[in-house]
């Protein structure tokens, strides 16, 4: 599992909530247009194809970062929710 912040830019309020109703079931909200979502790879694919549905790439901008358990220990937060923590793996 990898978290990705999901960030959008959508001139169309209809679009801009379809797209904001989708990741949040994906994921939280952590800014008006920026959610993080832990997902693993079979869920961020269904993600995407269930965006690219809701999405007109002339108009529109989604952009989706992958940080790394590296890269997210260096994220810093000033004020508002803490970063989302990536599940560590169980081997049992």
């Keep these: 599992m990898l978290l990705y912040v999901v960030t959008y ?6 679009r801009r909530k379809k797209v904001a109703d989708l990741l949040e079931g994906y994921g939280r909200r952590v800014q008006y247009s920026v959610f993080e979502c832990v997902l693993t790879p079979e869920k961020y694919g269904e993600l995407r194809r269930r ?3 809701r999405v007109k790439d002339e108009e529109d ?18 004020g508002g929710l803490p970063v989302v923590q990536v599940p560590g793996s169980v081997i049992i």
């Design 51 to 53: 965006l690219k549905k």
């Design 61 to 78: 901008s989604l952009r989706f970062y992958p940080l790394s358990r590296h890269t997210l220990a260096q994220v810093e937060v000033w």
């Design 9 to 14: 830019d959508i001139p169309c309020d209809k």
